[in-house]
């Protein structure tokens, strides 16, 4: 059984770009399945799993390989005409955690689980699946099948298929055979947890959340949950979101004020690790500074330290590593700040050692470690940059092994300009970070070039400094556009201010920045005032919508994928969880899109996937028939595809086909 691995016969179109060849991605490419993709390997080092593209396939297949023979095939396991696999997690006790979807058409039923679709009807989305198998992948078991949140009837068990997401709580590093599995019902946003024995298939469910309290912190030791947290009214659509520490030695939980944050307020305030040795809880949040830094926090003074732990003067600090070696089990191994792309500062040498001696055999690159054995005797990792499809490789008694494989081995990555982190200025005086991706052969002082800006989804989110898993930034730069990611106000991970700025400024502020982002393109130089677009998708695609109907804009056209056009009732339908709905829910307003459409005055794309239940189709399809007739546009409506990735090979085909020619014929840029 081969597995796609040579370069593609395909012949990349070639055009002229500053008296050079360059070549274009071909869009098929970008829109097949990796060949390889979410590897990882179990604790004992045995066994890799991950999931390929077979040769003449377009479904990813389930692989496992056994470390010791790297040489020999997987062992592989297709997936069915139903069912597709989407993600693969090595375990413990020879188990493998595997996840599928497929698609699905019918009744939300009474419960009304769909997000954004009660009183629906019949619905167009996907059933998502989670399976327990073994290194021979010959059965594949449904944990939760008999027990679910509330399961009482056929119709909610569906509706939870419908909503629900499954990942791994806790690995129990500790534990030769369990695991915490949670099981969150992304509707409601609450979560079920289970204690599960992987040799024996025996589940306890030890955990349920409400629609009040939530866990936050399960001790990696014993699986014991340390902290959750509770909302609590206030009035007037405001919650207090409390920390509840479990008392030491005792069974019962006390608040902690010191940890407690306002919804309006929205300060950070995340548990991320427990300190054996004192006691104390390590904590991310933003309470004292304008950028999240890692603190001690003492639960029986109730005190912070006086100074973070780490702390970086432009970047978040995200999360840490804790080691899970026996010998030197819950001690601090490194602490991630969220750079142009998440980055490990080591506290531990070893570990330093190790990754330092990777990039001099990979400069310039990305390096991921994914797993290790508690000897470090193996290694799996991945390399990869903005220009570089991730690599899989084992770190084999510290000597590298040739790679297990490549996502994308037929792209030629020769002609691919590495993104970089600028920052311009808004009209108000706020620094918004970027991310540039240019063309490899443009130099300053060339003509300047058609541009896209390109805002990303959330819009609570932000863009990162490594390969796009849709590709858009780098087939776009191929043929010869510059294209720039504002980071604007609302997105996450570059501050407190930056973040809350956005609040209530949809279509306005926020809209500004996009704008400010291309008026800074001009003024370096690298874009034609006359050649510049707007693409987004999900709150991207709405920036594009907005764009199409504010006056006297920098655009020259639109493209929105899945874009929300009206924003009042987006905002009435935020959420089925009021507490989300004070949480983000009242930061959704500004200019809509659906009461300005008399204003349209650009062309606009728009496409949208008939199983997006995120951002249903009337947003695409409403806003189309309301400015038709003030404006060229057009209407794709692309079948069976969802919000979010991963999308079928088709769906990349027919929109990547679909931008590729409007930007060409209908922008003309």
Known sequence: MKILSSFSSFIASVFLFAGQG????PI????????FDSLSMSDDGSYIAGLVTLEGEEDQSLAIWQTDNLSAPPIVTPANDRMKFIFVQALKADKIFVVGHQAWTGNAGRYECLEGMSGAGSVKTFVTKVYITDTTAKD?????????????????RRCFELTGEARIASFLPLSETDVLIERTDTSKLISEFYRVNLESGSEKLIYRESGTESALYWDPRDGELLAKSRTRAKGNLTYDFEIWLKQSGGSDFERHDALTVETRDRRTMRIVGH????????????????????????PVKRTFSDQPLFAHP??????????????????????????????LFFVD??????????????????????DQTYDLSKILFSVSSSATPPKYFLLKDKKITLPIGEERPWLDTTDLRETELIYYSARDGLQIPGLLTLPEHWQEGDDPLPAIVLPHGGPWARDFKGWDPSGWTQFLASRGYAVLQPQYRGSTGWGHRLWTAGDAQWGLTMQDDKDDGAAWLVSKGIADPDRIAIFGYSYGGFAAMAATVRQNGPFKCAIAGAGVSNLTRLGNN??????????????VKGMDPMRNTDNANIPILIYHGDRDVRVPLYHATDFYRAIKDETRAELLVVEDMQHSLPWWPEHHRITLEAIERFLRDDCQL
Do not use: C
């Open 22 to 25: 360059v070549a274009q991605i």
């Open 28 to 35: 098929e490419h970008l829109a097949k399945n990796p060949a």
């Open 574 to 587: 935020w959420s089925d969880n009021r507490e989300q709905r004070a949480f983000q829910g009242h930061t």
């Open 314 to 343: 432009e970047f978040d600090v995200s999360n840490i590593l804790l080691d899970d070696r026996p010998e030197t089990f819950n001690q601090l191994i490194a602490v991630e700040y969220l750079a142009a792309a998440p980055t």
């Open 140 to 156: 594949f078991e449904e944990p939760f099948a008999k027990r679910s949140i509330g399961l009482r009837d056929e119709a909610l």
């Open 349 to 370: 040498p070893e570990m330093q050692a190790i990754r330092d001696g990777l990039r001099s055999v990979f400069p310039g690159m990305q390096i991921a470690l994914i």
């Open 275 to 298: 300190d054996e040795r004192t006691g104390q809880f390590y904590v991310v949040t933003d309470k004292f500074t304008d950028k999240a830094a890692l603190y001690f926090y003492d």
